[in-house]
């Protein structure tokens, strides 16, 4: 599997989604984590990749270096839905 794979509508609904001022993060345990948006089984270094290219787009907010990660949608990614 790659990150262009992976359903960014998915990972954009799930993002619209999350309460106000709530952000998901890039861990499996989180109560938001990114991974519930993506199939079963995506590794650490996929999903962080997928985020990464994401932000790049301009269609969520956050960070892709490995941190938490703190995942929002933009205004871009929401037209998008």
């Not at 650490?44 to 960070?63: E, P, Q, S, T």
């Amino acid at each position: 599997m790659q990150a262009k794979d992976i359903d960014d509508i998915a990972i954009l609904k799930y993002l619209d989604a999350l309460p106000q001022h709530q952000f998901a993060l890039l861990y499996k345990d989180a109560e938001y984590s990114v991974f519930a948006a993506m199939p079963d089984g995506v590794e650490f270094n996929l999903a962080r990749a997928k985020m990464g290219k994401m932000i790049k787009r301009g269609l969520v907010n956050g960070c892709s270096c490995g941190c938490r990660g703190d995942f929002t949608i933009t205004d871009k990614g929401r037209a998008l839905l």
